[in-house]
Every structure is written in C-alpha cells, then in structure tokens.
C-alpha cells in the first residue's frame, strides 16, 4: 500500500511538472513570436530572435554545462543505474527551456524526462526507509512522463520496454505501479487543462475512410517513409561530423544553430517549434502551401533538427520527426490524390517505426493523432518498415540499428 501511495505521489507531481513546464513554455512563445512581433514589425525578425537566443544558450552551457541529455541516453542510464542524476536540476530545467521558447526544432520530451528522472532519484534517494523496495521509482517516472507528454499512457509503458530482441514484461505488482504512476499523471494533466481552459499535449485530427485505398500507393507511401528515415541517420551523421571541431565552444555552436534556425524560420515558418500544434496548422493549409513546400519542409526539418540538437540548442525528435512524416504524407496526397490523413498515417508510422524499430510503441503513439480505423493499416506499416534494416553506413559507430 505504501508503495501505490508513493507511485500516486510520483505520478502526481510528474503530471504537475509536465503540465507547467509546457505552460511557460507556451507563454514564452506567444510571447516573443505572438506579442512581440506586433509590436516590433520587422523582416528578419526571427533571425535576430534565434542568433540572439543562441547566444544566451550559449553562455548558460558554458557556465552549467551541456544539458539536456537526449531521451535515450536518460533512459539507458536509469535502465542501468536505476537512478538519474540529479544535481544539476536548475541549469536542465532552464537548459530545456530555452531553446523550445526561442522556437527550435525540438520537443519536450527529453528535458522533461531527465528532469522528472532526477527528481525520481532525488526522492527515492530521501526515501532511505523504503529505498529496496523503491528501486524502480525513476523508471516508474520516466514511464508516467512519457505516457503523459505524448497524451498516450499505454505507450509510456511500452515504449521503454520494447526493443529489436525481447519484450519483457515486468512483474505484475510492477505493471500495476507503472499505470497508477501514468494514470494520475495523465489525470492531473488533463484536470488542469480542464481547469485552465488549454490545451498541451497531442490531440487527434479527426475521422477519415479507406475507400478507393490502393494497395500500390500503400506501398508507395511504406517505401518513401523508409527511404525518409535513412535520410534522417545520413543527416545525423553528417551534421554530428561537420560540428565535431566546436566541441569546445558552446558559444559559437549555439549561435550557429540560432543563426540557422532563424533563416531557415525566415523561409519556411514550419519548420521552426516541436511541430506538434505546427501538424494541425499543416492539415487547414496543406493544399495552399503546394507539394514543393511541403516537401522542403519534410527534409530541412529533420536537418534542422539534427542541427539544433547538436549545436546545443537540445531537446527531443519524437514531435520533430512526427512532423516531418507528415509534411511529406499530405505532399504525397497532392500527388497520388488520396486522403491527407491516411497518407500522413501511413508515411509517418513507417519513417518512425523504420527510427525507433519499436512497431507496437509506434502504432500506440500514432493512434492518438491519427483515426483508430486507421489501426490496421499503420500496424501493416510499422511492422513492414521495421523489416527494413538502416544500412550500417548511414549510423554512428555507436548506433546498433
């Protein structure tokens, strides 16, 4: 019982620190790309804005260190440690923050984690009493932070879990602390949306049908967002490579990644932000922007992410990448002439599934944007897509997939 009270406790807080985290977060965006624009009427106004923030990102990972930490190297070192630093709280929090409010192409999701891992950590650390029987308190916020950021909680617990060789359940008194922890994270979240009148987190597009689906176009759509996700490991390796000489000086990375996130904010607006409020705004206007913008916009966004991340403007590419998969899924409806919807789902479950090599986790994310009829099909996909392995030349020497 005491443990259940412990994981409430955990969920809770993680789903307080979710929910506010995204609120300011929210609030230093209209602010400096909603209000001040009216204000200040200028041209290269997001040039300015992003070298400017690069700078100040710059000055703080001098001085706090190069924080945050991606999402999958947080969760390998709890997976191995049980436990997650927790020492430089403060400069992660701030750290996460600012590239998301100066606009990078970034989400969330890894800030977040390594703040409620270490937080985790920081309890169970005080909790000496009950420390054997809580080892397993960081992974049980890590699971409630997923499940919570991407509005999914049967994906916050599957996605840790699966991988290329097994799928290893916990034990049941285990299972049933991890949904607790989800559940009232998730609940909190959605109780102070309720109550604040916001929204923050993934929300679906709506319904759709397959009829007149063709099986080639399928395959098609299958094919390309495999052949997007060996662009996405080229475009890491090679961005990786032309950034290792500013290893040592955070200031010159950081503006060059403002420098180039605010160009390319300038000429193509969608590939700045997480992307996850930038997916509805695509699905009102995709016909309008055409099938070269969009396709542009696909590409550069997965550049500009690589770019951001490495050059310290740091974050997650779970929502990045989501975008990108459908920016090119609705350019591919303009020319095959199907649905937007069911060719996003069918593209963007294929290119993330062919990045995470997790099918079930992927298919679990996908249905909370896309129609559930689409199940199915994005299953098909996912499955399909993993059977295609990246070609070791496109990965890192650190990369096994």
Known sequence: ???????????????LIIWTFLKVMNLGIEFIWEYMPSVINFKYYAIVVCTIGGF????????????????DKVMNKVKENHRYSYDNIFSTIVSSLLPLIIGASIGPEAGLTGIIAGLC??????LKTFNREMEELTSIGITATLGTIFASPIFG?????????????????KNILYFVAILSSFGILILLNNLTNTHVGLHSMGTTTLTNLNITYVILLILLGIFLAYFYFLS????????????????TKAVIGGLFLGILGTLLPLTMFSGEEQIYVLL??????????????????????????ETGLKGGHFFPMIFSGTALGYAMSIIINIDPIVSMSILTTSFMANI?????????LMMIIFPVNLIPLMLVAAVISCLFRTPRELLLSSDTK
Request: charged share 20%; aromatic share 8%; with cysteine.
């Open 1 to 15: 019982m005491i443990r259940v009270l412990y994981t409430v406790m955990i969920g809770v807080i993680s789903g």
């Open 56 to 71: 100040l990102i710059g000055l703080w990972k001098q001085k706090y260190g190069d924080g945050p930490e991606e999402l």
């Open 121 to 126: 950590t920081w309890a169970g650390d005080k």
């Open 157 to 173: 617990f599957v996605e840790p879990l699966e991988n290329e060789e097994d799928m290893k359940l916990p034990k049941t008194s």
């Open 236 to 251: 890491n390796k090679l961005v990786k490579l032309a950034f290792q000489n500013f290893k040592e000086n955070p200031i």
């Open 284 to 309: 009102e206007n995709g016909a309008q922007l055409g099938f070269l913008v969009l396709l542009l916009t696909a590409i550069l966004k997965i550049v500009l992410t690589n770019i951001c991340i």
């Open 356 to 364: 995470l090599k997790k099918p079930l986790a992927v298919v679990l």
